[in-house]
């Protein structure tokens, strides 16, 4: 017989885990712990999904597009090119890593457990990446174009906001802020090179 799926019992399933992965975290929540608290079977979870890498990947999507909107939003009101870099860089290496109490950790812990049945995506980074480039690209002086337009410097971008997230989960979440992050100071140098990229406009 044909299991018929319920949408508000996946509602359920996605609203339980991420509530369990902010808490818990990934590592320390299991499929039994999802199923329990959306009020369901182990056996009718898997029903809706495989893993709870997969029940991650649903979770952390929609999160990682809401933050990408608030990014667009924000330089949207900004006309200076060199302080919407600066806007851009302090959302995502200091904002982004604190909000819900640090979730983004929780794709780290999975990526760093993977097993080799799970199934891992690059689809959601490439997509991080490539609309951070079309923030950043249409500013650019044309000789360093071919390092924005081909996603390296997003890319260097979002690798570096997967260590604010650690750094912010081995520090601030627990209260140790004696090995205190100096992002301000990295975001400086990183605006002041960057600027020295920017076309200026003819006045």
């Known amino acids: 017989m044909v299991q018929v799926k319920k949408q508000e019992v996946r509602t359920a399933i996605l609203k339980s ?9 990934y590592v320390n929540t299991s499929m039994n712990a999802i199923a329990k608290d959306a009020q369901i079977s182990t056996a009718n979870l898997y029903n809706y999904f495989d893993s709870k890498l997969e029940i991650l990947y649903e979770v952390y999507e929609p999160w990682l597009i809401e933050h990408v909107a608030k990014i ?14 600066r806007f851009l860089l302090n959302y995502i290496w200091k904002e982004m890593p604190e909000s819900d109490k640090g979730f983004a950790n929780n794709l780290i812990q999975a990526l760093s457990s993977l097993r080799s049945e799970d199934k891992y995506h690059r689809e959601l980074l490439i997509w991080f990446e490539e609309k951070i480039t079309q923030l950043i690209e249409p500013t650019v002086k044309s000789e360093y174009k071919k390092f924005i337009s081909n996603n390296a410097l997003s890319h260097l971008i979002a690798m570096t906001f997967d260590g604010y997230v ?28 960057f600027a020295k990229s920017i076309e200026k406009p003819n006045k």
């Open 17 to 25: 885990a991420k509530n369990l992965y902010s808490k818990d975290g």
């Open 72 to 85: 667009e939003s924000g330089i949207d009101k900004i006309e200076d090119p060199t302080e919407r870099f």
């Open 166 to 193: 650690m750094n912010y989960r081995l520090t601030k979440s627990t209260g140790n802020t004696s090995g205190a992050d100096r992002v301000d100071d990295v975001i400086q140098i990183f605006t002041e090179i």
